[in-house]
């Protein structure tokens, strides 16, 4: 099995990255947090990898740390968490934040994330609340994810960021994502954001 891997970004797409090592590109699946810290294409990068392999189908998905590659598999080890379901939750808090909500029991919280109804979001909890405590994290980051607030509005900056690492122009970027903000209201997370902006600008190149 692919247990990491070391090339350099050839393509990134909303959900993806093709890394090229020695000629050969492979396909990794990635959250979108993770999306708007790769390096530009043409940079070199590591990621650390897992090979999910079913009857029609060899998938890798990749993690920036090894915090994000544990959490991932405890998320998958919940009933009815694929591998892409666990990337869209991964997708909505950064580590921190989410192994915070889990801990805390914020099922409120956790249905913000697109693609996380009720029910799964009490799965999460009653199925993790103590699994993710043994998660090894940067203590000023737990500190930082345990006492502040949600700020719904900081997602911003991390999407216009995403969208400038897809190769879209700052202005363009922020433009979207006002109107997306609009649209949304100031409550929207960082996945949804990203999703609408995207489609949005995507819509403008057509």
């Known amino acids: 099995m692919i247990a990491s891997l070391r090339g350099t970004v050839a393509e990134k797409g909303p959900s993806e990255v093709v890394v090229d090592v020695g ?3 492979y396909r990794v699946f990635v959250s ?3 999306l708007t810290r790769l390096p530009d294409e043409g940079q070199a990068v590591r990621l650390r990898v897992r090979t999910v392999v079913r009857e029609d189908a060899l998938d890798l998905f990749g993690f920036l740390s ?14 009815h968490v694929g591998p892409r ?18 801990g ?3 099922v409120a919280r956790l249905t913000k994330i697109h693609g996380v109804g009720k029910k799964t979001a009490e799965r999460l ?6 699994k993710v405590k043994s998660l ?5 980051a737990v500190q930082a994810a345990a006492t ?9 900056a991390d999407v216009v960021s995403g969208l400038v690492n897809l190769g879209f122009k700052p202005p363009q970027a922020e433009k979207a994502v006002e109107a997306a903000v609009e649209r949304l209201g100031m409550e929207a997370g960082f996945e949804l954001l990203f999703r609408e902006s995207l489609k949005a600008l995507r819509g403008a190149k057509a």
């Open 104 to 106: 805390r029991g914020e």
């Open 136 to 140: 090894v994290l940067p203590a000023h």
């Open 125 to 130: 909890v009653l199925e993790l609340r103590d």
């Open 66 to 79: 090894a915090q994000e590659e544990e959490l991932f598999l405890m998320l998958t080890s919940v009933s």
């Open 148 to 156: 502040a607030a949600p700020a719904p509005t900081a997602a911003s």
């Open 85 to 102: 379901l666990a990337l869209s939750v991964m997708s909505g808090l950064e580590v921190p934040e989410l192994v915070t909500a889990i």
């Open 32 to 34: 979108l947090l993770t």
């Open 23 to 25: 000629g050969v590109g």
